[in-house]
């Protein structure tokens, strides 16, 4: 079965600074992964996705990932945080073939301090 | 596309009491998914359907617990009896053939019983 894992709770980092939000996986095959975010009071929004190709993938808000098979991770990145930034972040993964649904990380709370 | 309608946006009521939570997907998307997060579980599957049919719903907690999707544009998460345990939010999400989409969520229904 698929897992994520997301090892930290929370992320702390000044206005301005790189950000990383760190994910591994496990899962049977290629993975197809995503990235969500959910801002207080609201649904999750996807931010990126990989599903083949380039190992860096961009997304909204000026977020990427890099996918890296043989670590298993698939850790978010910014090169330069913004307070609004501020947000709680999924990982998620499925399988590469089939139908199952998404599972997701825990979650990791990112803070911007200005 | 109003994205993934959720409603009530919140709903207080008192144990015992019946409670229906409704979605309207996506027009188009034939998988609908509902969530459960809480602080001390995340973000849990609780069942989802394709093409109305429900697919897997070994995440729903309990016999109280019942889903339906009468047709491509509703569906409802009830609960009956509620207990104060499954004050949570709710997540209704959509998506086309998971396989390399992503899910769009609804911006979720805050429960609490009383």
């Known amino acids: 079965a698929q897992s994520v894992a997301q090892p930290e709770d929370q992320v702390n980092v000044a206005e301005g600074n790189p950000l990383t939000v760190k994910c591994t996986y496990s899962v049977s095959g290629n993975p197809y992964l995503f990235w969500y975010v959910q801002y207080p009071n609201r649904g999750l929004q996807f931010l990126l996705k990989?599903?083949?190709?380039?190992?860096l993938v961009k997304g909204s808000y000026g977020f990427e990932a890099e996918f890296n098979k043989s670590q298993t991770s698939f850790h978010l990145k910014k090169p330069s945080a913004l307070v609004s930034d501020s947000a709680l972040y999924f990982c998620?993964?499925?399988?590469?073939?089939?139908?199952?649904?998404?599972?997701f990380g825990k979650g990791t709370r990112l803070s911007v301090i200005a | 596309d109003a994205g993934v309608i959720q409603s009530p946006r919140h709903e207080v009521t008192e144990m015992g009491q019946e409670v229906t939570l409704r979605c309207k997907p996506i027009?188009?998307?034939?998988?609908l998914f509902w969530y459960r997060q809480t602080m001390m579980r995340g973000l849990e599957l609780l069942i989802y359907f394709n093409n109305n049919v429900p697919i897997d719903d070994s995440g729903m907690p309990e016999d109280r617990f019942s889903a339906k999707m009468p047709n491509a544009s509703f569906s409802t998460l009830k609960i009956q009896p509620s207990e104060p345990r499954d004050s949570a939010v709710y997540f209704c999400?959509?998506?086309?053939?998971?396989?390399?989409?992503?899910?769009?969520f609804g911006p979720g229904t805050r429960l609490t019983v009383l």
């Open positions: 998620a993964v499925r399988p590469g073939s089939g139908n199952t649904p998404l599972v």
């Open positions: 990989y599903i083949t190709g380039d190992n």
């Open positions: 027009s188009g998307h034939d998988y």
């Open positions: 999400a959509s998506s086309l053939d998971p396989e390399g989409n992503e899910q769009f």
